[in-house]
């Protein structure tokens, strides 16, 4: 045998061992949602720190199977996930939060990890990994072989470590989920048949069993989730995995975004933020129960209506007094909020410029500040003050009901004064999660706003235009605030000062410069006006026909 080929054979014995996971564990398989892809784990991560569960103290990730395929776009590619705990952590942790006797039919206390991973918005589904492979569905299942013959020699008190689930009176069934591939069901029932070696001695149960077991077969996909190298009607198979679906469902997702989607809501402005994307900033910035929350630019209150949902007291400001009015007392911010019978929020009529001659405390006051800052492409912003050098002052009876007059916020402005109040009034290890965009040329590590007194926990990035995005910041205070530093830290925001300001200033003028230089982008243009103009007539003749009815 020549040298080469003994390698390449010792390599393939090594990578074989590789894939078979950790004897005495439970190993999970996190399943995401192929959105928002550059959120995945920072949601996954903050919702763990969350419940006081640490990476590398807790849980150890395994690298899955044929990941150095795409090391440098991980995230951007597999949306798999491999985490590994001791079989009594959720006992253990379970243990701790309320006192109860470990069922010994039970490894673990599913309920428990259920309900702390299905927060995650991306999470698709948790499964109980039994075994995985790189090459093919086969090998998937010889793997699980292996690793059940490993597993039956290793007891942990009083129970083997699979054997709960082979009980006479354990319904299952097992489904196939082949990503992007057609097979007939005679090949489904040939991939069922390798697993015969399992002694499941329960009835199969097609509707609500009390196991399902799942095959999968990754394929490699692109940044969008659509097939690469696609061969006929199979495209490339990069992993396998086998494990036991835990929770109700396999897609966590289904149904919950939808219950509070935008368009169910009764009050929304043109800047309402989405509700996934809320409800995955409000991970991130590890809202829960009795948090105190807080949102400077609340807009109609999208941001906080997630926060309310996880139970947090909510506090909100807007310079515009319209939009916290609403349009009546059946559309306004309240009527959201008592559409989920969720407590209603403090709001203020507020500018948060000048935040510290509004309100008085110098303590500490918020958990979370979190917050969509408007930056000029769908909203402008405006502070308190006057466009002209000379003004009329306010006479003194006009004092108390007067509503100040507004002038443009300048973006940087924005920024600055929100990572300085963020510095000031969250508690130690509060977090501040906002919104910033960014088009091709902005530079995280030199162009994002930064404080000594808060630290960059994510910067996590959503693709909008060919060359516009923008980003979820989550930042974490780590040291206190000394009033006496004030203009040096206010000073120094910028770390390359006004040419990192200047990155997000006037973006929708930059727009219009990009799209100019677009081939046909004039007879476009006068296509789109004429089609506005032509819009408004009809709006015009639909209002005047409409009143002359009523007229008569």
């Not at 996971?21 to 550059?38: T, Y």
């Not at 409800?279 to 809202?287: K, L, V």
């Not at 007194?453 to 909008?464: D, F, G, R």
């Amino acid at each position: 045998m020549s040298e080469t080929k003994q390698n390449n054979d010792e390599e393939s014995r090594n990578n074989k061992n590789k894939l078979l996971l950790p004897p005495s564990r439970q190993n999970l398989l996190i399943e995401f949602a192929h959105r928002h892809v550059d959120f995945l784990h920072a949601e996954l991560e903050s919702v763990l720190t969350m419940n006081e569960i640490k990476k590398d103290i807790d849980y150890k990730m395994i690298p899955l199977p044929n990941d150095d395929i795409d090391v440098t776009k991980r995230n951007k590619s597999r949306a798999f996930m491999i985490l590994s705990f001791s079989w009594n952590f959720w006992n253990d942790k379970s243990s701790k939060s309320k006192d109860t006797t470990n069922d010994t039919d039970n490894k673990t206390n599913d309920n428990d990890l259920v309900s702390i991973l299905s927060r995650c918005i991306l999470i698709r589904s948790v499964i109980e990994l039994w075994g995985m492979s790189n090459i093919s569905l086969k090998d998937c299942a010889s793997n699980v072989k292996k690793q059940y013959d490993i597993e039956k020699e290793i007891a942990i008190p009083n129970q083997k470590l699979l054997f709960p689930y082979f009980k006479q009176e354990q319904s299952w069934k097992l489904t196939i989920h082949t990503f992007g591939c057609k097979y007939t069901r005679e090949e489904h029932n040939g991939m069922r048949a390798d697993y015969a070696f399992l002694p499941f001695q329960g009835p199969v149960l097609m509707i609500d069993p009390n196991n399902e077991y799942i095959l999968i077969r990754e394929i490699e996909v692109n940044e969008t989730g659509s097939p690469i190298e696609v061969n006929e009607l199979k495209p490339k198979c990069i992993a396998t995995y086998f494990g036991r679906i835990l929770g109700s469902s396999r897609n966590w997702r289904q149904g919950r975004i939808e219950e509070i989607s935008l368009k169910r809501r009764s009050y929304l402005g043109p800047t309402s933020m989405d509700a996934e994307l809320s409800s995955i900033m409000c991970n991130i910035a590890q809202i829960k129960k009795n948090s105190f929350c807080f949102d400077p630019f609340v807009g109609t209150g999208s941001l906080l209506l997630s926060c309310g949902l996880y139970g947090a007291f909510c506090f909100g400001t807007d310079i515009d007094i319209r939009i916290l009015k609403g349009k009546g007392i059946h559309e306004n911010i309240f009527t959201n909020f008592d559409q989920y019978n969720l407590p209603r929020p403090e709001l203020v009529r507020s500018d948060n410029s000048i935040y510290h001659r509004h309100f008085r405390s110098h303590l500490p006051l918020f958990d979370a500040i979190i917050c969509d800052p408007p930056y000029g492409i769908r909203a402008g912003a405006r502070q308190s003050g006057s466009r002209y050098e000379s003004f009329t002052p306010i006479a003194d009876e006009h004092r108390y009901d007067h509503i100040a007059q507004t002038r443009p916020y300048p973006v940087s402005d924005v920024m600055k004064d929100l990572l300085d109040l963020a510095a000031d009034k969250l508690k130690m290890n509060g977090k501040l999660v906002y919104i910033i965009p960014s088009m091709n040329d902005f530079d995280i590590n030199t162009d994002l706003p930064q404080h000594p007194c808060l630290n960059l926990t994510y910067c996590c990035y959503q693709p909008l235009q060919t060359n516009l995005g923008r980003s979820v910041v989550c930042m974490e205070k780590i040291a206190e605030y000394d009033e006496t530093q004030r203009h040096y830290y206010r000073d120094n925001i910028w770390k390359n000062g006004v040419d990192s300001a200047e990155k997000i200033i006037n973006l929708r003028e930059r727009l219009v410069e990009e799209a100019r230089k677009r081939p046909g982008y004039v007879e476009k243009a006068e296509y789109r006006k004429k089609k506005r103009r032509q819009l408004k007539d009809e709006r015009k003749k639909l209002k005047s026909s409409s009143l002359s009815k009523s007229s008569n």
